[in-house]
């Protein structure tokens, strides 16, 4: 695809992905968000926290979609939205409300332009200039796992599972719980920087040996308590074991993502063993590529079920996200935004004004001329 021609010229367009946990922002054709920042909003009214999917009416979201807007507009990025074009990263599975209540107040009340939503999965691809692949998207709330093949999503293999960072986070506490620390030790925040910095994923070999000795404990400081809190080795290795837990379900991470390969046809099935593409925060923990590939080899060489479907010898291989797995589908959306795809399949605000609908993704094409 050619080139957004003007897209230095003009203001260039804003990029948001809207996540459960965080928000990635920043304008097209760039390598980087601008900013990073929790999907959260300050109510007015009692100056408390919230989280922006956190609501009761339609009417309630809205007006926090409007608040969080104006923060990333008038804090963050220091523009004004009125007559940009914007791209929305989004989960293709998405909450179709949320949808339309964010498209009403880009529209209605900051009087954009026009608005591009692109599904996460397909654009995360498009970053690595490939047509095909098995794009594993390790969220906050859920894992979702998206074939594409010569770009086109296979919608019927799609598979998602509700584990993620937020699971990971619970079962830390959990533990820690057990050790003694105190509930109100543990805020959201000290439990994620706990996951990042001390916890890893154990190799193949490790984690299936009996009588392994545990890593050693780290000392954790909590600054706003001035307290310190020791983190066992057992958990720090244990905690993501939950991607990997063998059940009669057969919704572990490698059997979710074998059994995603099998929905689709015999004849992209190779493709798309040789072609995994894992991407989101939940993906950025060490040790985890090598694993799951290690899991993966041995179901296909070792589980009957597995074994009888897939034919030949099968090599599990990975790319490498350019840049950090985090961002990978803001990227993608930056990538789309300096492309003439920001003029040619947007929903331009006649045309939403007009329906006050949004069309479904795969019917872009109608956006234009409303139809």
Same mark, same amino acid.
């Given at each position: 695809?050619?080139?957004?021609?003007? !897209?230095?010229?003009?203001? =260039?367009?804003?990029?948001?992905?809207? &996540? *459960?946990?965080?928000?990635?922002? &920043?304008?097209?054709?760039?390598?980087?968000?601008?900013?990073?920042?929790?999907?959260?909003?300050?109510?007015?009214?009692? &100056?408390?926290?919230?989280?922006?999917?956190?609501?009761?009416?339609?009417?309630?979201?809205?007006?926090?979609i409007v608040d969080f807007l104006q923060t990333i507009f008038f804090k963050h990025l220091l523009v004004s939205p009125k007559e940009r074009k914007f791209v929305i990263v989004e989960n293709i599975f998405g909450q179709t409300i949320i949808r339309e209540t964010l498209a009403r107040a880009l529209f209605i009340h900051f009087d954009v332009s026009s608005v591009l939503f692109v599904p996460a999965h397909l654009i995360a691809l498009s970053t690595l200039a490939v047509p095909t692949g098995l794009v594993v998207d390790i969220g906050y709330s859920e894992t979702t796992i998206m074939p594409v093949f010569s770009g086109v999503q296979i919608m019927s293999a799609f598979k998602d599972q509700s584990y993620g960072s937020r699971a990971v986070e619970e079962e830390i506490k959990r533990q820690l719980l057990t050790t003694g620390v105190?509930?109100?030790?543990?805020? =959201?925040? !000290?439990?994620?920087?706990?996951?990042?910095?001390?916890?890893?994923? *154990?190799?193949?070999?490790?984690?299936?040996?009996?009588?392994?000795?545990? =890593?050693? *404990?780290?000392?954790? &400081?909590?600054?706003?308590?001035?307290?310190?809190?020791s983190i066992p080795g057992s958990l720090r290795e244990s905690v993501y074991e939950l991607l990997f837990e063998q059940n009669n379900e057969r919704d572990s991470l490698p059997h979710l993502i074998l059994r995603a390969i099998l929905d689709c046809s015999m004849d992209v099935r190779r493709a798309l063993v040789e072609s995994i593409f894992v991407i989101g925060g939940g993906a950025m923990v060490p040790g985890l590529l090598a694993r799951l590939k290690q899991e993966l080899q041995h179901l296909l060489a070792n589980d009957d079920y597995y074994a009888t479907r897939f034919h030949g010898q099968l090599q599990f291989k990975f790319y490498q996200a350019i840049g950090k797995q985090n961002f990978t589908a803001w990227l993608g959306g930056s990538l789309c935004g300096a492309t003439d795809l920001i003029q040619t399949r947007s929903l331009t605000k006649d045309s939403y004004l007009r329906s006050e609908h949004v069309p479904d993704w795969s019917n872009l094409c109608d956006n234009r001329h409303g139809g």
């Open positions: 695809m050619p080139l957004y021609e003007s !897209v230095m010229q003009e203001k =260039p367009p804003i990029v948001l992905d809207i &996540g *459960n946990a965080y928000t990635k922002l &920043g304008f097209a054709a760039e390598s980087h968000p601008r900013k990073i920042i929790p999907t959260e909003v300050v109510l007015t009214t009692t &100056g408390k926290t919230k989280l922006l999917f956190d609501y009761a009416t339609t009417e309630e979201l809205y007006d926090q105190k509930e109100q030790l543990l805020t =959201p925040s !000290v439990l994620e920087d706990i996951k990042v910095r001390t916890c890893f994923v *154990n190799s193949f070999e490790r984690a299936y040996k009996e009588d392994r000795q545990s =890593p050693p *404990n780290v000392e954790y &400081g909590i600054c706003d308590d001035d307290a310190v809190i």
